[in-house]
């Protein structure tokens, strides 16, 4: 079973910059698509960004152009650089892991951003 805690949230400024990490502790990380979801306040959890073994990734249309995702294998994390934040983007951020048949373990606390000038 893999474990997942989520880091680098925090206050940004539209237009800044900001990135998050998910240290992977436990199980095998290495072979799976890995990816964000974020939650706004009173919204539905929402897939923002995938990655899988290789490197190929996915984004909801929102983020295009704006956010990156990325792993490392070696240090079994994924990351996930916001540029040019926009307040729409405020939410709890969660990293998951996914297998051949769906998300594999459960939700973690998540790491808060907020965008507000």
């Known amino acids: 079973q893999v474990q997942f805690v989520e880091s680098g949230g925090g206050l940004v400024q539209p237009g800044g910059s900001l990135r998050l990490s998910c240290a992977a502790s436990g199980g095998i990380f290495s072979i799976y698509v890995m990816a964000w979801y974020r939650q706004a306040p009173g919204e539905q959890r929402e897939l923002v960004a995938s990655i899988t073994r290789g490197g190929s990734t996915n984004y909801v249309d929102s983020v295009k152009g704006r956010f990156t995702i990325s792993r490392d294998n070696a240090k079994k994390a994924v990351y996930l650089q916001m540029n040019s934040p926009k307040p729409e983007d405020t939410a709890v951020y969660y990293c998951?892991?996914?297998?051949?048949?769906?998300?594999?373990?459960?939700w973690g606390q998540g790491t808060q951003v907020t965008v507000s000038s």
């Open positions: 998951r892991q996914i297998g051949s048949s769906g998300p594999l373990g459960s």
